[in-house]
C-alpha cells in the first residue's frame, strides 16, 4: 500500500475519513515510519494535553480536600434526603 | 400503603440522580475553591452550600442536571458567590486579603477554563470505558503525550511498536476533541 497524500493524512488526524477508509490508514500508520512521524508532528492538541497536565496537578495538591468528598456526600445525602 | 411507602422510590430516585450528580460536580467545585485559596474545610462548606442550593432548586424535578449552558452558568455563579462568602468570613482575620470577584452572569476565564478541564476530566473517563480504546492506547497517550515520555521508550514499555504509540495519542486526541464538540454542542440545543 503507497503512502497516503497529505489531505488523506490530515482527514485522518482529524476524523475525517469514512470508518472503512480510517481503518485503512491506521492500518498503514502503524507499519509506516515515514507516514506515523508526518501525522504525530500534525496531530497538534497542545492545549488539551495541557488541560490534562493541569487536571492532575490538581488531583495531587488537592488530594486532602478531595480525598473527603465521598464523606462530606454521605453526610449531605443522609441530612438533604432525610427532610424530605 | 402509607404515604412514606409510596414516597420511598420517588426518593431512592431522587437521592440516586442526586449522588450520580454530587460525585460529577464535587471536585471541580473544591478545585475552584481551593483555588481561590480557601482551607480544605472551607472548601467543604463551599461544596456543601452549592449542593443544598442545587438540591433546593431541582429536587422535585430528580434531574439536577440539564446539561444546558444555562445550567453551567448558574452552578459557576453559585459556587463563584459560595466562594466570595466564605472569602468574606476569611476577611475578617487580619491577616487574609479580600478580592471581589465577579458578579456577572458571565463566566470569567478561569471559571471557563475550569470547565473545559472538568469537560476534559469526564472525556478522560468516557474514553476508558469505550469499545476501541484498549488500556494500552490510553496508557501509551499518557506516558507520551502528557508525561513527555520519548516514544521508543514507551513502545518498549508497553510492547508496542513506536508507530502505534503515534497512532495511540492521535486517536485520543482526535476523540477527546469530538467529545468536548458534542458537549458544546448539547449545551448550546438546551
Not at chain 2, 123 to 141: I, K, R, Y
Not at chain 2, 159 to 178: H, S, W
Amino acid at each position: 500500500m503507497s503512502c497516503p497524500d497529505q489531505t488523506t493524512i490530515d482527514d485522518w488526524v482529524c476524523g475525517d475519513l469514512s470508518p472503512e477508509q480510517d481503518a485503512n490508514e491506521e492500518t498503514h500508520f502503524l507499519s509506516c515510519g515515514r507516514c506515523a512521524k508526518r501525522f504525530d508532528r500534525l496531530t497538534g492538541g497542545e492545549e488539551i494535553i495541557a488541560d490534562i497536565r493541569e487536571l492532575e496537578r490538581e488531583r495531587d495538591e488537592y488530594a486532602s480536600a478531595l480525598s473527603r468528598i465521598s464523606e462530606t456526600g454521605q453526610t449531605l445525602s443522609e441530612t438533604l434526603f432525610g427532610a424530605i | 400503603m402509607s404515604l412514606s411507602e409510596q414516597a420511598s422510590p420517588l426518593r431512592a430516585r431522587g437521592q440516586g440522580a442526586w449522588r450520580a450528580f454530587y460525585n460529577r460536580y464535587a471536585p471541580m467545585i473544591i478545585g475552584m475553591a481551593k483555588r481561590r485559596g480557601l482551607s480544605d474545610g472551607r472548601a467543604h462548606v463551599v461544596l456543601q452550600e452549592t449542593m443544598t442550593a442545587v438540591f433546593r432548586k431541582y429536587c422535585d424535578a430528580q434531574q439536577f442536571d440539564d446539561g444546558s449552558e444555562e445550567f453551567r452558568k448558574w452552578l459557576m455563579g453559585i459556587v463563584r458567590n459560595k466562594i466570595a462568602d466564605r472569602r468574606k468570613s476569611v476577611a475578617r482575620a487580619p491577616l487574609e486579603l479580600t478580592i471581589d470577584l465577579p458578579r456577572t452572569d458571565d463566566l470569567s476565564e478561569d471559571e471557563e477554563r475550569t470547565w473545559r478541564v472538568y469537560v476534559l476530566g469526564e472525556g478522560l473517563d468516557q474514553l476508558a470505558t469505550e469499545p476501541g480504546f484498549e488500556p494500552t492506547t490510553l496508557q501509551a497517550f499518557h506516558l507520551y503525550a502528557v508525561q513527555d515520555m520519548e516514544a521508543r521508550e514507551v513502545a518498549k514499555l508497553l510492547g508496542m511498536t513506536r508507530n502505534a504509540v503515534f497512532v495511540a495519542k492521535c486517536k485520543v486526541i482526535r476523540r477527546l476533541r469530538e467529545i468536548v464538540a458534542e458537549r458544546r454542542e448539547r449545551e448550546g440545543e438546551r
